[in-house]
């Protein structure tokens, strides 16, 4: 199916770097690295340099914290997202939200996509979408409340949950009047997820791709990597591309991440040994 984002489509065998920007100070990945709007401006710059397709703006990080009320989330992503739509007219924009009137906000200042990690917590964020012609990706979250961590959670067979889930929610978000060619489908890695549940998801991945929407997956640097290959924050970047490839061969089609270039190149020899695309270069064997 092709994916409309913005003015832009793209055909099924396309792979697209969603990159993403925090304007939060208590990141977990980069500790409020990118809080201030010259640090954000820059860190987007840097990604579309290294060739991200999408920008992710966040204004909450996904795990416990401080509280962060919607006028604050707001404050930090509506603001900005104007700023980079100003600078980078032809660059898609998603909002990291699940609430409402921030995505409202996000929209009316120029936002794409809608990238609801939470999994329709606040069920009226796909009628924003809808109302302003903007995609949404539906995630499974399993129906937890947002910022909290998994405890004990279990499931008969985590694929099949996640699969009718994303049926039902496509199915929901397109009768509201979201585009169906607007609608990508996230099986929520980490979240109500422990580890083997996301291992095990990304092992299945190509179960969940003939579902009419495109998949989205976010993989960076999270805790089944760093569990599964018993590293810190720091040091989950081998485990994030290994399981990038695992999940580009299966029929991702979209990444969320924190390293552009290295998903880049990665995404490029998935296409290359596919026949998908040509070397850059051609010279063994020929002189």
Not at 100 to 119: H, L, T
Not at 142 to 163: C, L, M, N, Q, S
Not at 218 to 241: A, W, Y
Request: proline share 5%.
């Amino acid at each position: 199916m092709t994916l409309n984002l913005g003015q832009q489509s793209f055909p099924d065998d396309q792979l697209l770097v969603m990159a993403i920007i925090n304007r939060t100070p208590d990141s977990f990945y980069d500790k409020g690295a990118t809080f201030t709007d010259l640090a954000a401006l820059q860190a987007v710059e840097r990604a579309i340099t290294a060739g991200a397709d999408i920008v992710d703006i966040g204004g909450v990080k996904a795990g416990p914290g401080d509280v962060v009320s919607a006028d604050e989330e707001r404050a930090r992503v509506a603001g900005f997202i104007e700023q980079v739509r100003d600078q980078y007219p032809n660059v898609i924009i998603s909002v990291d939200t699940w609430r409402s009137d921030v995505a409202r906000a996000a929209c009316q200042a120029g936002a794409d996509i809608v990238n609801d990690a939470w999994g329709g917590h606040d069920p009226s964020v796909a009628e924003v979408a809808a109302e302003y012609g903007a995609g949404l990706v539906c995630t499974h979250a399993g129906g937890v409340t947002p910022r909290t961590r998994p405890h004990r959670v279990e499931y008969d067979d985590i694929t099949t949950a996640v699969r009718a889930f994303l049926v039902d929610e496509v199915e929901r978000v397109v009768s509201i009047g979201v585009d169906p060619r607007r609608v990508l489908v996230d099986p929520g890695h980490d979240f109500a997820k422990n580890t083997r549940h996301s291992l095990q998801l990304t092992g299945e991945l190509a179960g969940l791709t003939t579902l009419g929407a495109p998949l989205l997956v976010s993989l960076s640097n999270k805790d089944f990597i760093g569990e599964t290959l018993d590293k810190p924050v720091p040091d989950r970047l081998v485990g994030t591309l290994a399981a990038t490839a695992v999940s580009a061969w299966q029929g991702a089609r979209v990444f969320r991440v924190h390293q552009v270039a290295e998903t880049r190149q990665v995404l490029q020899m998935v296409q290359a040994i596919r026949g998908q695309r040509q070397p850059l270069v051609s010279r063994r064997g020929l002189g």
